[in-house]
Structures are given as structure tokens and as C-alpha cells.
């Protein structure tokens, strides 16, 4: 199981950027997959996770309405549109799945982030 995430930068407040997760090793399409967040200091956030069954999507408050999570089966890769970006944004991006458990509920990924593999992390920095 891999996880590989990209597409982190340098972005003014208000900017654009779309992080990309590709998997490898596993048929991610029954795997649920989230994205996570730490900030030096900080404990891990679960920014938004997808269900492997509907898509069914779950995003954390601080992020509702400005990020987008989505999945391209035929790319293996699963992405997060992040709009409108905050200073606050500012931390390491990584994407996540439960290997144990690839159905587990959205909910449960992001919000206990009950994850078991983890990609390495991509940084996110949002100044002027």
C-alpha cells in the first residue's frame, strides 16, 4: 500500500491550490481516503476524507466551503481542490487510508483519524 501526495506551494492569502494523492499497491477505489494536516505544535487534523462505497465526503469545519475532496478511479488518485486559502491552511498536507478497514466511514477516517498508512507530506504555506 503507497500513498504519495503532491502538489503543495507557496500561496497569497485567497489563492488556489490542488493537492493530488496517487496510490499504488491497492485497489484504492474500495478504500476509503482522507486527507490530514499538522502544523509544528499541533495535534493532526483531519481535513477531509471519501468513502470508498459512494463517494460520501466529509470535511472538517474549518474547511467547509473552500476544499473539495474528489477521487479519479482511472487515475488511482484522489484529489483536494483548496480554494479561498488562510493564512490558517498553513501546515503539512498527507493523505491517508485504513488498510485494516478499507470501508471505514468518512466520518470515522478524518475524524478519529483512524488511518494506518500514510504517505509522506506535502507543505502547504499561505502568506502575502
Known amino acids: 500500500v503507497q500513498l504519495q501526495a503532491s502538489g503543495g506551494g507557496l500561496v497569497q492569502p485567497g489563492g488556489s491550490l490542488r493537492l493530488s494523492c496517487a496510490t499504488s499497491?491497492?485497489?484504492?477505489?474500495?478504500?476509503?481516503i482522507g486527507w490530514f494536516r499538522q502544523d509544528p505544535g499541533k495535534e493532526r487534523e483531519g481535513v477531509s476524507c471519501?468513502?470508498?462505497?459512494?463517494?460520501?465526503?466529509y470535511y472538517a469545519d474549518s474547511v467547509r466551503g473552500r476544499f473539495t475532496i474528489s477521487r479519479d478511479k482511472a487515475k488511482n488518485t484522489v484529489y483536494l481542490q483548496m480554494d479561498s486559502l488562510k493564512p490558517e491552511d498553513t501546515a503539512v498536507y498527507y493523505c491517508a487510508t485504513n488498510g485494516q478497514h478499507p470501508s471505514i466511514s468518512q466520518y470515522v477516517l478524518c475524524g478519529l483519524r483512524l488511518a494506518d498508512y500514510w504517505g509522506q507530506g506535502t507543505q502547504v504555506t499561505v502568506s502575502s
Open positions: 499497491g491497492f485497489d484504492s477505489d474500495y478504500y476509503a
Open positions: 471519501i468513502a470508498s462505497s459512494d463517494g460520501s465526503t
